[in-house]
Nanobody
Framework: QVQLVESGGGLVQAGGSLRLTCVAS????????MGWFRQAPGKERDFVAG????????YYADSVKGRFSISRDNAKNTVYLQMNSLKPEDTAVYYC????????????????????WGQGTQVTVSS
């Protein structure tokens, strides 16, 4: 079983940056697409960004395009989310997730397409 641990969240002013890190233990994630989701209190969990297991293909929610960047280092079983130009509406708990199997270019964006989830890390953006 894959276990995921997120880190890097915190409090930042609008316009600032944060870099989230997700480290996997147990089974390697090298053949799994990875994604980041976020959830604000009382709201649904939303897709933020995904990267295929090859690392060649990425997909972003419209709300974060041009501001966030997802990347991975399979040798370290690690995925990153670089968040720039943060806005108050980005405030949420951010979760990393490992997807089910797929082709090298598979870039899922739905909750049901992911098998494993981290515990989440809080990101708060003040105005």
């Amino acid at each position: 079983q894959v276990q995921l641990v997120e880190s890097g969240g915190g409090l930042v002013q609008a316009g600032g940056s944060l870099r989230l890190t997700c480290v996997a233990s147990g089974r390697t994630l090298s053949t799994r697409a990875m994604g980041w989701f976020r959830q604000a209190p009382g709201k649904e969990r939303d897709f933020v960004a995904g990267v295929s297991w090859s690392g060649a293909n990425t997909y972003y929610a419209d709300s974060v395009k041009g501001r966030f960047s997802i990347s991975r280092d399979n040798a370290k079983n690690t995925v990153y989310l670089q968040m720039n130009s943060l806005k108050p509406e980005d405030t949420a708990v951010y979760y990393c997730a490992a997807a089910r199997g797929g082709s090298a270019g598979y870039t899922p964006s739905r909750l049901v397409e992911y098998d494993y989830w981290g515990q989440g890390t809080q990101v708060t953006v003040s105005s």
